[in-house]
């Protein structure tokens, strides 16, 4: 018989305090039903989000022998996620990693992590940036954030566009390789602060909108957090809209438990608290087809 629990291989940094990365990605999908199989690329003791004075042991050297086990074990993933990543050497590991253990059964997510608010994180630059448009190449799905799409297409960061031209954005990211391109934080033209998640299904050709209430906090790790559950939601067997607005709802749900206490926006939000809202139903969809 097969076995029940589906595998996702993860291939993210650790950051030991703050909610980032696997620290948010374990405890989501395994809450979903998901067996987290962990490719850590570098240990730290916090995020960098508005730390400082974080250690930092990069284990790039370490991963070809780590994978070597795991291509000798032949294990079969039903996906492939990557996220954060420190150096074009790693984006090559991860693209290698795709080469061996990516097929037609199995669903490659690349979240191209960057950059927000119109900005590279420290750590991340042009070579960074060329480097990860080939690996979203190889991806079925990508979750760039506004900034990180611009970034990828080498368009300047403008707030003010339009609904036509958020379209025009997301084709041209699918024709980089991806079949999916989910894109967060889009503004809205609107000028007020809320913000939607917009995808594009090249196959299909369609667009799909989910608004997101503005909550005015920035929380670090809740775009590790989305990410996993867009793979544990089509993991599950969701379509890609009701991927989108459980990712959306969860977010929010856990952004609203953690906002009334007083604490450093730093440490994330309080996953803990909201991890069992991810077996409930999706209820009042609000998605739109654009
Ligand atoms: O949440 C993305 C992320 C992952 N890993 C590290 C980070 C960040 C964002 O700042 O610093 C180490």
């Known amino acids: 018989m097969k076995i029940p629990v589906q595998k996702v291989a993860a291939i993210h940094d650790l950051s030991g305090f703050g909610r980032a990365s696997l620290t948010a990605i374990i405890p989501i999908l395994s809450t979903m039903g998901i067996q987290v199989c962990p490719v850590p690329t570098a240990v730290l003791s916090s995020h960098t989000g508005d730390f400082t004075d974080y250690t930092f042991v990069d284990l790039t050297d370490q991963l070809e022998a780590y994978v070597n086990h795991w291509k000798k074990l032949e294990i079969e993933f039903d996906a492939i996620y990557s996220g954060f990543l420190g150096s074009p050497k790693q984006i090559a590991i991860v693209s290698d990693f795709i080469d061996h253990f990516g097929n037609d059964n199995n669903l490659v997510l690349v979240d191209p992590v960057m950059g927000d608010n119109g900005e590279l994180y420290a750590t991340m630059d042009n070579e960074m940036v060329v480097n990860m448009r080939n690996l979203v190449g190889k991806a079925d799905i990508i979750t760039p954030n506004f900034t990180e ?142």
């Open 149 to 290: 799409a611009a970034y990828l297409l080498g368009e300047e960061y403008d707030e003010s566009i339009d609904g036509a031209g958020v379209k025009k954005w997301l084709k041209r990211l699918s024709e980089m390789g991806p079949g999916t391109v989910i894109l967060t934080s889009v503004p809205n033209p609107d000028g007020d602060k809320n913000t939607s998640v917009i995808a594009y299904d090249k196959r299909h050709d369609k667009y799909w909108k989910v608004s997101c209430r503005y909550i005015p906090a920035h929380f670090p790790g809740t775009g590790d957090a989305f990410a996993s559950i867009v793979v544990g939601s089509l993991l599950q067997g969701d379509s890609l809209p009701v991927a989108m607005e459980r990712s959306v709802q969860f977010i929010t749900t856990a952004i609203r438990a953690s906002y009334g206490f007083e604490y450093p926006k730093r440490e994330g939000v309080l996953l803990e608290r909201v991890l069992n809202t991810l077996n409930l139903p999706v209820i009042g969809s609000s998605y739109e087809l654009l």
